[in-house]
């Protein structure tokens, strides 16, 4: 089991930047893919990062790709989410995810096997 809880959500301008921090605990010592995914009422889990178990390999959704930046602290057990050039269509729940099964489909929902709560970010124009 893999515990995660995210934090640094909140209200910001279009423009502005913020970062989200995902703390896992638990069976952190077994390797893990770690993603960021986010959701607005009546839409489904949108896709926006993943980092693979070393930090070497990337891959962001279309819409985020260039504003945001994701990376990993192993000896720390954490995931961040750097958000830059935020945009109101940005605003949403967002979500950390971790995947012990080694998939590469990366950008669905259905690879990960641990969710955080999600913490609310609104981007005001």
């Known amino acids: 089991q893999v515990q995660l809880v995210e934090s640094g959500g909140g209200l910001v301008q279009a423009g502005g930047s913020l970062r989200l921090s995902c703390a896992a605990s638990?069976?952190?010592?077994?390797?893990?893919?770690g993603a960021w995914f986010r959701q607005v009422p009546g839409k489904e889990r949108e896709f926006v990062a993943v980092?693979?178990?070393?930090?070497?390999?990337?891959n962001y959704g279309h819409s985020v790709k260039g504003r945001f930046t994701i990376s990993r602290d192993n000896a720390k057990n954490t995931i961040d989410l750097q958000m830059s050039g935020l945009k109101p269509e940005d605003t949403a729940v967002y979500y950390c995810?971790?995947?012990?099964?080694?998939?590469?489909?990366?950008?669905?929902?259905?690879?990960?096997?641990?969710w955080g709560q999600g913490t609310q970010v609104t981007v005001s124009s």
């Open positions: 638990g069976r952190t010592g077994s390797p893990y893919v």
């Open positions: 995810a971790a995947s012990v099964r080694g998939l590469t489909t990366w950008d669905r929902v259905s690879t990960y096997d641990y």
């Open positions: 980092i693979s178990w070393s930090g070497a390999s990337v």
